[in-house]
C-alpha cells in the first residue's frame, strides 16, 4: 500500500494562496491515479482535482476550475495542489490519495472518493480574514 504523506496547508485570507504537496512512498506514480479531496465540518469528503501518474490528463471539479492547478514531479513522487484565489468555503481538510488506475478509465471516472484505497492523513486550510 502506497503512504502518502501530505504538507503546505494552514490559515490564509481571502484571496491568498497555498499550495499542498503530497508525496508517495511508491517508487513509480505511473500506475496511479493521485487525488486531492476535502471535506469540511458537518459534509461528505468530496474530489478536487485528480491526475493521472503517467501521462498528467487532469480533472477539476467544478469547484476548482480556473483557480486551482494539480501536477506532479515524477522524480520526486510528488504531486502538487496549487490553491489560488481561495475563498472561505475552500476551507477544509484537505487528502491525497492514489488508486491503481483502470486501463479504460478516464480520469474524471476514477476521480471518486470511493474509487481511492490509500490515503494520507490530511491536512488543515483554513480561509479566514
Known amino acids: 500500500q502506497v503512504q502518502l504523506v501530505e ?17 508517495a ?24 482535482s485528480c491526475i493521472t501518474g ?3 490528463s487532469r480533472y477539476y471539479a ?5 483557480r486551482f492547478t494539480i501536477s506532479r514531479d ?16 475552500d476551507t477544509a481538510v484537505y487528502y491525497c490519495a492514489t488508486t491503481l488506475r483502470l486501463s479504460m478509465a478516464t480520469v ?8 481511492f484505497g490509500s490515503w494520507g492523513q490530511g491536512t488543515q486550510v483554513t480561509v479566514s480574514s
Open 7 to 23: 504538507s503546505g496547508g494552514g490559515l490564509v485570507q481571502p484571496g491568498g494562496s497555498l499550495r499542498l504537496s503530497c508525496a
Open 25 to 48: 512512498s511508491s517508487p513509480t506514480l505511473d500506475s496511479y491515479v493521485i487525488g486531492w479531496f476535502r471535506q469540511a465540518p458537518g459534509k461528505e469528503r468530496e474530489a478536487v
Open 54 to 56: 503517467s501521462d498528467g
Open 62 to 66: 467544478d469547484s476548482a476550475k480556473g
Open 74 to 89: 515524477k522524480a520526486k513522487n510528488t504531486v502538487y495542489l496549487q490553491m489560488n484565489s481561495l475563498k472561505p468555503e
Open 108 to 115: 474524471q471516472a476514477m476521480c471518486v472518493v470511493r474509487r
